[in-house]
């Protein structure tokens, strides 16, 4: 009888075969492995505010949230990413039809491209881009655009004109990130203007990944894509407590946008994940009350660590593109007489006893990349002050 054997044809599909594992997955376990300070994936090392911890707990223990959540969130989630958007933005959302809790942000971002997205669009995006763009781009089909930020003078830049040659007559979406992860770039009020008024020229949609809305430095401000003329109604804003509590394992994000596109980004989150993070969606509702105080010492505390590590990479010699917003740094390796960014990070555990995540992965134009390095400084400051002190030592002598 004739074996049988195993499909020879390839595993994963077209539309993934070009995503491999996830460069954060595979240097956080290069970390681990060298026993190296980790500055590459995006995570805190100390967990938020011991209340909201709590809070948690307690809705555990009391059975708050062990069962399946209602499929938009619970209501007491809802009402407070509700008062959030109006407290701080001025932006009147209706919990009960304007509000999505999802599986973090990564959900939102996904669930928002399955189900606006039909193959063949093109969904315009910054290069370089948060790594699952561009996989869930794929995943639905959609052809990505990217319009490349450039250094100009000590900061990527946004060329609006670039911006506005990339819409076509097949764009459907607009996918925006400000605060921007890797580069650090906070959008202007004149950029986002000009983004506004490209939207409603063109009838497109938005999806806007503001994960980062309450890490921002200096005079930048974060200005929500969703309150400049026009755009509340064509605008999928997305945030996540993740980044803002430093509860990144909680995986505890939300949609705001108009009834229409809440039950259009539900369609496909429902068979997504259906819901999520029951216990934690309470314990976030608190989070999400906490005072301003709250909001001005995590930033504060990350500014000043953003300055440690900025300083101590000019330091040892890198070129610094001091961020805005975010808790990256990126960097130019070319001063050090490095341009292969790849390299440089495989054999930075080594040299140096850190890890950093090449920007390349982040760019369909990967030689654009090629020389730029990231590095989070969301780690406690004696952690920063040793990876700053390995990096002089291997590298400025
Ligand atoms: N978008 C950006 C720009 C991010 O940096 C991240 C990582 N926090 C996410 C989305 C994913 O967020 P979450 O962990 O809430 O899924
Ligand atoms: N957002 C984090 C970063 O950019 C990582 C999240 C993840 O590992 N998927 O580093």
């Not at 009838?203 to 980062?212: A, C, G, P, Q, S």
Request: glycine residues 8%.
């Amino acid at each position: 009888m004739a074996v049988m054997t195993f499909s020879a044809r390839p595993l994963l599909n077209r539309r993934l075969a070009e995503f491999g594992t996830t460069i954060f997955a595979e240097m956080s376990a290069l970390a681990l492995s060298t026993g190296s300070i980790n500055l590459g994936q995006g995570f805190p090392d100390t967990d938020g505010p011991r209340e909201i911890r709590d809070a948690a707990a307690r809705a555990l223990t009391e059975g708050r949230g062990n069962q399946y959540p209602p499929g938009l969130g619970v209501p007491e989630l809802r009402t407070a990413v509700a008062a959030h958007q109006q407290r701080r933005y001025g932006l009147s959302y209706d919990p009960d039809t304007e509000v999505l809790v999802t599986a973090g942000a990564t959900e939102a971002v996904a669930a928002a491209l399955l189900a606006l997205v039909e193959p063949g669009d093109e969904v315009v995006a910054f290069e370089p881009y948060y790594d699952s763009y561009a996989a869930c781009i794929a995943m639905a089909g959609g052809t990505r655009v990217p319009v490349t930020l450039r250094p100009h003078e000590g900061v990527f830049r946004l060329d609006l004109d670039e911006l506005r040659d990339a819409v076509t007559d097949h764009t459907r979406l607009l996918l925006i990130n400000t605060p921007h992860n890797p580069t650090g770039t906070v959008l202007t009020r004149e950029e986002l203007t000009e983004i506004a008024r490209l939207a409603v020229e063109r009838d497109l949609i938005v999806v806007t990944d503001e994960v980062y809305e309450h890490l921002v430095f200096d005079g930048a401000e974060h200005l929500p894509l969703a309150s400049f003329p026009g755009m509340r109604e064509r605008t999928v804003s997305i945030s996540s407590a993740g980044k803002t509590f430093s509860f990144t394992g909680w995986k505890v994000g939300w949609v705001t946008a108009s009834p229409a596109l809440v039950a259009a980004v539900r369609s496909a989150k429902q068979y997504l994940t259906y819901v999520a993070s029951g216990p934690f969606q309470y314990a976030v509702a608190e989070a999400l009350a906490l005072p301003d105080a709250y909001f001005e010492e995590f930033r504060a505390d990350m500014r000043a660590k953003r300055d440690l590590l900025s300083a101590g990479l000019a330091d040892a010699g890198f070129g610094v593109f001091r961020p805005a917003g975010t808790y990256f740094v990126t960097t130019d390796i070319r001063p050090l007489g490095e341009t292969d960014g790849f390299a440089f990070c495989r054999s930075l555990p080594e040299r140096a006893g850190v890890v950093a995540i090449p920007n390349a992965v982040f760019y369909d134009h990967r030689e654009e990349g090629a020389p730029f390095v990231r590095f989070a400084f969301c780690k406690r400051t004696e952690v920063l002050a040793e990876a700053v002190q390995r990096l002089r030592q291997a590298f400025a002598g």
